[in-house]
């Protein structure tokens, strides 16, 4: 297989909280462009790993490089900055701000006016329900709508990394199947992706790469496709 | 006098008291809403605005001069108040940046003792401030109308700010999910900047109605305001800067009417009845009437 230069490259990443360890030395990278899911049940440290990335945890050892620069070492806002941006499980949209006003805010870091703009039309178009609710409070929005809202915010910032955090969870067959479309679309215009899913049949049918996490190390790892076929992995998280 | 009259007046007075602890209370309830902190020592800015002023008058500057000084220098105080005291313990338990706030507050107010004793100096109010305008039979001070004047185009800049601009946006973001904020790319830091700075502009302005308004300058003289701040903004709701106005009109209201309904033998203790309102409003909305439940965010 040929080998480029990773966009992103976690090294031997330990996380704690005060005592527990969450990460015990995670590895991984993704090429440019490639879809990587990151897999595993409960507490196995999928979130840990994205909040190492987006650098709201700080590890206690190992690297996190992104294009040249080690997000180990710096803020949040510097990250997003750099095009690293995190659609967050539980979503943790502002509730009391309006449809438009959380948009703006995902595209907050940057400085480049006039494209903000355009950013807004591209995410109201992957969006249209977004359009219809431009004014409203977000906090009135249905769940399936404020999960957009995260997606569309995180979009905002034109990221050239999107991390996402369980964007299924909680969510209607249908709307799971718009938001897995809008993925696959972002995922064919060439963004990089990291996908954290609970969902692990329909993250390995859009996934190019897959990292299993337990008890937050990697257990398996390897063309989603072969992972399909895994006996372990349809056995532990596709039900058979 | 008629009693619509009367009312009229009453009225004047209770929006007028209303206004200066609104303008004190914002300023609690931005750093409230964004650091969870209860800053106790925001009152004793317009200390350090007041003795400015009177200080820069005595010098011969003219009033305007000397106000607008006065509030630079409150905002400075504010701002040095976060580098120093708050900056280095943020994140910390919320019991430790309390603490920190009442060290920050007895250590302003000894300082101010040490420089200008605690012998209080008349406050040299400009005239158009201390007029008494007469409509028949309604006199009206003139600082009510000017507290309440000031007051509203506050408010309306204030409002202009958090709808209207990235960083007011961001600062109502941040006080709504700091997590969310933080992932979004918002720079947390500007933002906390931004509301100790505001907020102790608009405490600065406050100060300088309210040394007009008691007539003279001490040590201690921010103590009773920004209690009475800290109460508006928890009977508004904590952190809701709506909720923060809210309550301080409301409290301007119960002052004036406890004022106008208790009998002589009763009236020094209107501020005891007062509080007795509060707490049971508070037992009906234990988070203030615009709080909502603070739900523990991870």
């Given at each position: 297989m040929p080998q480029t230069q990773p966009i992103l490259a976690l090294k031997e990443v330990y996380v704690s909280y005060g005592s527990v360890r969450a990460l015990k030395g995670v590895t991984i990278e993704a090429q440019e462009g490639e879809l990587v899911a990151l897999l595993g049940a409960n507490g196995a440290g999928k979130t840990t790993t994205l909040m190492a990335i987006s650098g709201i945890l700080r590890p206690r050892s190992g690297s996190i490089a992104y294009r040249g620069h080690d997000l180990a070492k710096m803020k949040s806002d510097a990250i997003v900055q750099l095009?690293?941006?995190?659609?967050?499980?539980?979503?943790?949209?502002?509730?009391?701000?309006?449809?438009?006003?959380?948009?703006?805010?995902g595209a907050v870091s940057r400085k480049d006016r006039q494209s903000i703009q355009q950013e807004l039309e591209r995410v109201l178009s992957l969006f249209p329900i977004l359009k219809q609710r431009i004014r409203q409070t977000s906090g009135t929005l249905s769940g399936g709508e404020q999960q957009m809202l995260a997606v569309g915010r995180a979009l905002m910032a034109r990221p050239s990394l999107l991390m996402l955090?369980?964007?299924?969870?909680?969510?209607?067959p249908l709307i799971v199947e718009s938001i897995f479309n809008v993925i696959q679309q972002l995922h064919n215009q060439g963004m990089t992706i990291l996908l954290v899913e609970q969902n692990a049949r329909q993250a390995l049918l859009v996934a190019n790469h897959a990292y299993v996490l337990e008890t937050g190390q990697i257990k398996l790892s390897g063309k989603a496709e072969e992972l399909r076929t895994n006996p372990e992995v349809q056995r532990l998280y596709l039900g058979g | 006098m008629t009693t619509f009259g009367n009312l009229l007046q009453q009225l004047i007075n209770a929006i007028s008291m209303g206004s200066s602890y609104a303008l004190m209370a914002i300023g609690l309830a931005m750093v409230f809403g964004i650091l969870r902190l209860i800053n106790f020592a925001h009152g004793d800015l317009i200390m350090v605005g007041s003795y400015t002023v009177?200080?820069?008058?005595l010098a011969g500057a003219p009033f305007w001069v000397a106000a607008l000084v006065g509030i630079a220098a409150t905002t400075l105080a504010g701002l040095i108040m976060e580098r120093v005291a708050y900056r280095p313990i943020r994140g910390a338990p919320a019991i430790d940046m309390l603490l920190t706030s009442f060290a920050v507050g007895i250590f302003l107010e000894n300082v101010a003792i040490l420089i200008f004793t605690p012998i209080s100096r008349a406050f040299p109010a400009p005239a158009v401030m201390t007029q008494v305008l007469q409509y028949g039979a309604l006199r009206i001070s003139s600082l009510d109308l000017i507290t309440t004047g000031v007051t509203f185009i506050s408010l309306v800049l204030l409002t202009l700010f958090v709808t209207h601009t990235k960083v007011g946006i961001?600062?109502?973001?941040?006080?709504?999910?700091?997590?969310g904020a933080r992932l979004t790319g918002i720079n947390v830091n500007t933002v906390i900047v931004a509301a100790f700075a505001i907020g102790s502009m608009l405490?600065?302005?406050?100060g300088l109605l309210w040394s007009a308004r008691i007539g003279k300058v001490d040590p201690l003289m921010g103590f009773y305001p920004g209690l009475k701040a800290f109460i508006a903004a928890v009977i508004g709701g904590m952190g809701s800067l709506s909720g923060a106005v809210l309550g301080a009109y409301i409290l301007g209201f119960l002052e004036v009417l406890f004022q106008g309904l208790l009998p002589?033998?009763?009236?020094?203790?209107?501020?005891?009845?007062?509080f007795l309102a509060l707490i049971v409003l508070l037992l009906f909305r234990p988070n203030g009437i615009l709080g909502r439940p603070d739900t523990e965010k991870i």
């Open positions: 095009g690293v941006m995190q659609c967050p499980e539980g979503r943790h949209i502002f509730g009391a701000l309006s449809v438009l006003e959380n948009l703006q805010m955090d369980e964007p299924s969870l909680g969510l209607a | 009177l200080f820069l008058q961001s600062m109502r973001a941040v006080s709504e999910d700091s997590l405490a600065g302005v406050s002589a033998s009763l009236a020094p203790f209107r501020d005891a009845f007062v």
